[in-house]
C-alpha cells in the first residue's frame, strides 16, 4: 500500500506541478510590425481551486482541466454565451484536453485513483472514454496529426521523449529529461519541446516526429519551460506575472509584452494561441483578492451589468454549482432533509415551459418524501452539464423502480438557495 501511495503522489505531481489556486484568462491579441498588445482581458474559469492546461478546441470553444468538488475533469468553455460545460464524469482527474485532430473526439491525461496513468479518447457526446496509449504513463503531450502524439512519458524520476503511432501501437524514444511544454511549430512539419539535459540553461528543440531528427531553436527564460507559438518566427513565455515574445532571427534576448499584474495574475503556467494568432489564454496563479469576474480594465464597462443581476453578484457561478451537486447527492441518498435544506421557502417547480408542478418548499417536500420512500432503486446521473451564470442546466438519466428516464433540469440559485427548477422531459 505505501509503494502504491507513493506511485501516485509522483504522478500527481508532475501533473499538478503544486499549482493551488489557478485561473483561466482569455486576452484579444494584436500583433503589428512586431508590437504585441493584449486587451480584455477576462477571467473564464471563475473557479476556486485548479483549472489549467488550456487549449483552443475551434475559434468558438476552450477546453481545460478544471477542478470541481475534489474532481477534476473537462471543461468547456463557449466564448458566444460565455458558459461551461462538463465533457466527462469519470473517477479518475482529466488534465491537458485537446481536440484530436481531424476528428470529434477530445484527449486527455488521465490519472485514475489506483494511480494508473494512460492517454485516453473522449466520445464528445457521451463522455465515454478509449484508452489510446497502453504501455507508457503519458504526462504531457500534443498531437503532430490524427495518428501520432509526441509526448513526455514519465520513466523513473523524469520524463522522456516519445512518439507514438496510435494506429500502428507503436513507440519510439527520442529524447531523455524533457519539459511539459509541448507544440506544433506553425508552417512547419515540426513539434517544439523542452531539453533539460543542460541543467543550467534549458532549450526550446524542434523534432521531427516522421525522422526523429532534433535541433536547437533557443534557450528557454531562466528556468521557465512553459511556451506556445504565436506565429512560425515568434515565441511567447512567461516568468511570474510578465508575458514575454521572442522573435527568432530578430531578437538577442527575451522581450517584455505586457506585465499581467494589474490582471491579478502571480505566475504563468500554461500559454496557448488560436489558429488566427487574435486570441490568446494565460492559466497561472492569482492573487486571492482578485476579482474572480472580471479584470480591471473591464470592469467599467460593465458596471451597470453589475447593478441589474442581483443573482450574479450574491452567487457566483462555482458557488452555484456546488449547490446544485450537492443537491443531487442528496437526492441520490434519498435524504430529505440535506435534499431540501438547499431549496428556499418559496421555490417553484415548473414542467417546461411553464406548468407549475409545486408552489413552496413545503408542497415540495411532500412531493419528494414519498418519491423516496417508493423508489429503493432511485440514482440520478449526468450526461452533460452547463454552468451558466445563476443557473446549472443538467442533462440527466434517471433510474427509478427499475426503468431509465431522461431528462433536462435547470436550476436557478439567488442567495445561496435553489429558487426555481424547471424540469423537461
Not at 217 to 234: H, M, P, R
Not at 289 to 303: G, I, M, P, V, W
Not at 312 to 332: C, F, G, H, K, M
Amino acid at each position: 500500500m505505501k509503494t502504491l501511495l507513493s506511485g501516485i503522489f509522483i504522478l500527481s505531481a508532475f501533473l499538478l506541478s503544486a499549482q493551488d489556486n489557478t485561473e483561466i484568462f482569455l486576452f484579444d491579441l494584436t500583433n503589428n510590425n512586431s508590437k504585441i498588445e493584449l486587451k480584455n482581458g477576462k477571467n473564464i474559469s471563475n473557479n476556486e481551486g485548479y483549472d489549467n492546461q488550456p487549449s483552443f478546441m475551434s475559434e468558438r470553444y476552450i477546453l481545460f482541466s478544471s477542478t470541481r468538488n475534489g474532481q477534476t475533469d473537462i471543461a468547456k468553455y463557449d466564448t458566444r454565451y460565455d458558459s461551461k460545460t462538463w465533457l466527462n464524469f469519470t473517477e479518475g482527474g482529466e488534465y491537458t484536453p485537446l481536440k484530436i485532430p481531424n476528428k470529434s473526439e477530445i484527449s486527455a491525461v488521465r490519472l485514475d485513483k489506483d494511480g494508473t496513468q494512460r492517454l485516453y479518447s473522449y466520445n464528445r457526446s457521451n463522455g465515454e472514454s478509449t484508452e489510446l496509449i497502453a504501455d507508457l504513463v503519458v504526462a504531457y503531450y500534443t498531437w503532430f496529426d490524427e495518428h501520432t502524439v509526441v509526448s513526455a512519458v514519465i520513466e523513473g524520476e523524469q520524463l522522456n521523449l516519445y512518439t507514438s503511432n496510435i494506429s500502428e501501437g507503436t513507440n519510439r524514444k527520442y529524447a531523455t529529461n524533457v519539459g511539459r511544454s509541448f507544440h506544433k511549430i506553425p508552417g512547419s512539419n515540426l513539434v517544439s519541446f523542452i531539453s533539460k539535459e543542460n541543467e543550467n540553461q534549458w532549450q526550446i528543440k524542434s523534432l521531427n516526429p516522421e525522422t526523429g531528427a532534433t535541433k536547437v531553436i533557443a534557450n528557454t527564460i531562466e528556468g521557465v519551460e512553459d511556451i506556445c507559438w504565436l506565429d512560425s518566427k515568434t515565441l511567447l513565455s512567461g516568468k511570474d506575472n510578465i508575458l514575454y515574445k521572442l522573435r527568432l532571427q530578430r531578437d538577442n534576448n527575451w522581450k517584455t509584452v505586457a506585465n499581467l499584474d494589474v490582471n491579478g495574475i502571480t505566475k504563468i503556467t500554461r500559454l496557448a494561441v488560436n489558429a488566427e494568432g487574435t486570441k490568446l489564454l494565460i492559466a497561472g496563479n492569482v492573487n486571492p483578492q482578485t476579482s474572480t469576474q472580471e479584470t480591471e480594465e473591464n470592469t467599467s464597462e460593465n458596471t451597470s451589468d453589475n447593478t441589474n443581476t442581483n443573482t450574479q453578484n450574491n452567487t457566483n457561478t462555482s458557488d452555484v454549482e456546488t449547490i446544485v451537486q450537492r443537491n443531487l447527492e442528496a437526492y441520490n441518498a434519498r435524504d430529505i432533509d440535506a435534499f431540501m435544506k438547499d431549496y428556499a421557502d418559496d421555490v417553484k417547480l415548473y414542467a417546461y415551459p411553464n406548468t407549475l408542478q409545486t408552489d413552496g418548499k413545503e408542497a415540495m417536500r411532500k412531493s419528494y418524501q414519498t418519491w423516496f420512500e417508493r423508489v429503493p432503486d432511485l440514482r440520478a446521473y449526468v450526461k452533460k452539464r452547463i454552468v451558466y451564470k445563476n443557473k446549472v442546466i443538467d442533462e440527466e438519466q434517471v433510474t427509478a423502480n427499475g426503468q431509465i428516464l431522461n431528462a433536462v433540469a435547470i436550476y436557478e440559485v439567488e442567495n445561496g438557495k435553489i429558487v426555481k427548477v424547471t424540469f423537461m422531459q
